[in-house]
């Protein structure tokens, strides 16, 4: 069974259904004990840092992903659920992370050519950093995954496992131990992104 975090943001029920689609069961919870009892934890997000962290971290949920990372099961965040992993976030002033991953989440405005638009919306070239990594059992080279953001994660390389190319190479998925990250939507990149679920439900804690 897969806990999808309800903490109030992220595409949770488009989780479902593709967890569905791999033939996984999974749950939309916000109830500790239900966390505790699922085999693989979902962290999801969409919307601003600040006002995900402070959720998060109002609900006792924050405690909740150290705890069942501490145990050694497989959690991965999605998109800004994977941005909350790191150290802290510049998104609109300077706000804390969870600290789980090394890093810092900065604005693509800046750092990424001119005539791009922000934010990145759409499909690109997974780069993998490391062919090897449990969730890429399924998926190959240069395959595309569906982004949508304006921050990206940097000073992880440490973590860095997959990159894309949006007029620089940005970090679009991370792992450490048992704890993995994906920037891009892995419920919203068809085919490639079932692939990768699948392959994390098939990670054993």
Same mark, same amino acid.
């Given at each position: 069974?897969?806990?999808? %975090?309800?903490? *109030? $943001? #992220?595409?949770?029920?488009?989780?479902? +259904?593709?967890?569905? &689609?791999? /033939?996984?069961?999974? =749950? !939309?919870?916000?109830?500790?004990?239900?966390?505790?009892?699922?085999?693989?934890? %979902?962290?999801? *997000? $969409? #919307?601003?840092?600040?006002?995900?962290? +402070?959720?998060?971290? &109002?609900? /006792?949920?924050?405690? =909740? !992903?150290?705890?069942?990372?501490?145990?050694?099961?497989?959690?991965?965040?999605?998109?800004?659920?994977?941005?909350?992993?790191?150290?802290?976030?510049?998104?609109?002033?300077?706000?804390? /992370?969870?600290?789980?991953?090394?890093?810092?989440?900065?604005?693509?405005?800046?750092?990424?050519?001119?005539?791009?638009?922000?934010?990145?919306?759409?499909?690109?070239?997974?780069?993998?950093?490391?062919?090897?990594?449990?969730?890429?059992?399924?998926?190959?080279?240069?395959?595309?995954?569906?982004?949508?953001?304006?921050?990206?994660?940097?000073?992880?390389?440490?973590?860095?496992?997959?990159?894309?190319?949006?007029?620089?190479?940005?970090?679009?998925?991370?792992?450490?131990?048992?704890?993995?990250?994906?920037?891009?939507?892995?419920?919203?990149?068809?085919?490639?992104?079932?692939?990768?679920?699948?392959?994390?439900?098939?990670?054993?804690?």
């Amino acid at each position: 069974m897969v806990a999808i %975090i309800d903490y *109030g $943001v #992220g595409n949770l029920f488009s989780l479902h +259904a593709s967890f569905q &689609a791999v /033939g996984q069961p999974s =749950v !939309v919870t916000s109830d500790p004990a239900a966390i505790a009892a699922a085999s693989h934890v %979902i962290l999801p *997000g $969409v #919307g601003a840092f600040a006002d995900a962290a +402070a959720k998060l971290r &109002a609900s /006792g949920l924050d405690e =909740v !992903v150290r705890g069942e990372i501490k145990k050694g099961k497989p959690v991965m965040g999605i998109c800004l659920g994977m941005q909350l992993l790191f150290e802290k976030s510049y998104e609109f002033g300077e706000h804390a /992370g969870l600290s789980l991953l090394q890093g810092a989440v900065v604005p693509m405005a800046g750092t990424i050519p001119e005539g791009l638009k922000i934010p990145h919306i759409g499909w690109n070239a997974l780069h993998l950093l490391d062919e090897a990594n449990p969730i890429f059992r399924y998926t190959t080279h240069d395959e595309c995954v569906y982004f949508v953001h304006s921050f990206y994660a940097a000073g992880c390389d440490d973590s860095c496992i997959a990159t894309a190319e949006y007029g620089r190479e940005i970090t679009a998925a991370v792992n450490r131990d048992n704890l993995f990250g994906c920037q891009f939507h892995p419920e919203k990149s068809g085919a490639a992104g079932l692939s990768i679920l699948r392959a994390f439900c098939e990670i054993k804690g």
